[in-house]
């Protein structure tokens, strides 16, 4: 069973942190690039991190400098780690995997869809 189990949102005011968690299991994890998608209330779903080959990273300009994505491959865990939290931050996270340890500059670009989601998180800011 193809598991992607996301952990860690909660309710923080605006400058806090939060380290949100994606456990996955049921697949060959070396042989994705994991991605943190959000999606807020009536907007689209985007992504936001990915991690791919030699734990090469990526970001969305409106996280860079914030946020920070890692891995870690003896677990099967990937974290995003979101410090100075802003309201607009506000969203469900969703942890996803892309087939392929070059996928993410296509999955941040919504050029492909991953092909494994998991659940999702919320994470709350508040002003």
């Known amino acids: 069973e193809v598991q992607l189990q996301a952990s860690g949102g909660g309710l923080v005011q605006a400058g806090g942190s939060l380290r949100l968690s994606c456990a996955a299991s049921?697949?060959?994890?070396?042989?994705?690039?994991i991605a943190w998608f959000r999606q807020a209330p009536g907007k689209e779903r985007e992504a936001v991190s990915c991690?791919?080959?030699?734990?090469?990273?990526y970001y969305t300009d409106s996280v860079k400098g914030r946020f920070t994505i890692s891995s870690d491959s003896t677990k099967n865990t990937v974290y995003l780690q979101m410090n100075s939290l802003k309201p607009e931050d506000t969203a469900v996270y969703y942890c996803?995997?892309?087939?392929?340890?070059?996928?993410?500059?296509?999955?941040?670009?919504?050029?492909?869809?991953?092909?494994?989601w998991g659940q999702g998180t919320l994470v709350t800011v508040s002003s």
């Open positions: 996803a995997a892309a087939y392929g340890r070059l996928a993410c500059p296509a999955t941040m670009t919504n050029q492909r869809r991953p092909n494994y």
């Open positions: 049921g697949f060959a994890f070396g042989d994705y690039s």
């Open positions: 991690i791919g080959r030699l734990s090469i990273t």
